[in-house]
């Protein structure tokens, strides 16, 4: 349950753990490689904010104390999925099928990504959540996995599970089928 103190700041202990990954999927997935490929993907983020000067204000996002992923909606963005071409197409790509010069000169490809980010995110559990923005989102870090175990109060094969679980449903929801 997500819950603020006195002074707005979360209370880490009463985050919950309700849909990790079944063992057999953490298995067949390979938890390194997903953790890089998102990285790469949180620093193309990065890089489409800097690089679309003038479009800086849509591709500004934060995740707030409650773990909410906050973005400026585009009201001149549309839903639609384009190839490297710009063809519509009718069907969701994979992110990892645009390269960052793709993204250098398409705004809405900027936007996409954000987005499928974002919501990526928000599919998470609680503690999925946390660790996603502790070790992607906050720069530097804040904590290290021994004092995320410690605040909230689980074993560390139960930790690990949770982060490698966080980890490859963003991959597998942002189309990182790494295998």
Do not use: H, W
Request: charged residues 30%; glycine residues 2%; hydrophobic residues 30%.
């Amino acid at each position: 349950m997500i819950k603020l103190d006195v002074e707005s700041k979360l209370i880490v202990s009463l985050l919950e753990i309700s849909t990790p990954l079944p063992s057999k999927i953490l298995e067949d997935n390979d938890y390194n490689k997903m953790k890089m490929e998102f990285k790469k993907i949180v620093q193309t983020l990065i890089n489409n904010y800097y690089q679309q000067f003038s479009y800086q204000n849509f591709l500004k996002y934060d995740i707030n104390e409650k773990l909410e992923f906050i973005t400026i909606s585009d009201p001149g963005y549309k839903e639609e999925c384009f190839d490297k071409y710009g063809r519509i197409l009718k069907n969701d790509n994979p992110v990892s099928t645009y390269t960052n010069q793709d993204y250098k000169y398409d705004i809405l490809l900027c936007e996409q990504l954000l987005y499928r980010v974002r919501d990526s995110y928000n599919n998470l559990d609680e503690v999925e959540k946390f660790i996603i923005k502790c070790f992607e989102f906050n720069n530097p870090p804040k904590y290290t996995d021994e004092s995320i175990m410690e605040e909230l109060g689980i074993y560390k094969d139960k930790y690990y599970d949770s982060k490698k679980s966080a980890y490859i449903k963003m991959g597998i929801q942002l189309g990182l089928n790494i295998k």
